[in-house]
């Protein structure tokens, strides 16, 4: 069953983002659930991708468990199930965690390993991504030198992010957390894209989101190496030069650009072929990745 919004009445409801609905669990905790919604320039699209939340969770899992000797994760491993009406089961089931109740950073820990995106838009501009510079002629979906942090604000729905130096971020969340945030999400991009690359998979740049404890103790949260919050390439037709064929939500961008979209909200309601293709897409990498 496709779920655009969820309607839990038995746990308060904290908040709608751009995906996932979050309830609160007791004082500490919270219910993630990912629903089947879809953002594409910081705009949610009216229509459901099937099975996105379902994967979402599931390949955000598989990472959290992966990459926990680098740094904590949110993850409590409470049956979501558990928490909810019996009536609601349906809604979480396979879609949603309960987590730690965390102090979120108010920014996006991005890494990219490859020129694509907003990073190749700035590098055509100025030769430098985020305030980084990088080498000369230097082509789309070039693999850089090595992997380069690059943050960005965390906006509302509607809103865009906004890519800022290391400097600004560090005013943001003080300088001893920005040069962790920025070790630990480098550690994290590196250890991802060894393991993809030999499952078949490009993992050319990646967001993570990240949150203290009452200790100050450092947690990845929200999610981790998705195909919402990563471009994830395949490596048997990946070209320097040419924007790459991929496993994420590319494809609703590249559909939205071939339609003239404005990069504003309201979004076009989406075809139901492309929204099964992009549903596809999102399934493949999952499998690619899990086998």
């Known amino acids: 069953m ?94 949603a965690v309960v987590v730690k109740k965390l102090a979120t950073l108010p920014i996006e820990a991005v890494v990219r390993g490859y020129l694509e995106g907003s990073g190749w838009k700035e590098y055509r501009e100025t030769q430098s991504v985020c305030g980084i510079r990088l080498p000369p002629g230097l082509q789309r979906a ?64 990646t967001k993570f989101e990240f949150g203290t404890d009452a200790a100050g103790r450092l947690h990845l949260i929200d999610e981790a190496l998705t195909p919402d919050s990563s471009r994830f390439w395949p490596l048997d037709s990946y070209k320097v030069g040419e924007s790459p064929e991929s496993f994420d939500k590319q494809y609703i961008r590249n559909w939205l650009d071939s339609i003239g979209f404005k990069r504003t909200p309201p979004a076009p309601p989406v075809p139901a072929e492309v929204a099964m293709r992009t549903s596809e897409k999102y399934q493949e990498a999952l499998r690619r990745l899990a086998a």
Do not use: C
Request: glycine fraction near 6%; aromatic fraction near 6%; hydrophobic fraction near 45%.
């Open 2 to 95: 496709d779920l655009f919004e969820s309607s839990i009445r038995s746990l308060p409801l904290v908040a709608r983002g751009k995906v996932r609905d979050i309830y609160a669990v007791g004082e500490d905790k919270l219910l993630l659930v990912a629903t089947d919604r879809l953002s594409a320039y910081d705009v949610i699209m009216p229509t459901p991708i099937p099975e996105k939340g379902r994967v979402l969770t599931e390949v955000a899992n598989f990472w959290f468990a992966k990459l926990a000797p680098i740094v904590p994760n949110h993850l409590t491993g409470i049956d979501p199930e558990s928490v909810v009406a019996p009536g609601e089961r349906e809604q979480v089931r396979g879609r």
């Open 142 to 205: 070039s693999k850089l030198p090595q992997p380069i942090f690059t943050p960005a604000t965390k906006e509302q729905a509607g809103t865009h992010d906004e890519n800022i130096t290391f400097e600004r971020m560090a005013q943001i969340v003080g300088e001893a957390r920005a040069a962790e945030v920025r070790d630990v999400a480098i550690r994290l991009y590196v250890a991802a894209a060894e393991f993809a690359l030999a499952k078949g998979i490009i993992i050319a740049d």
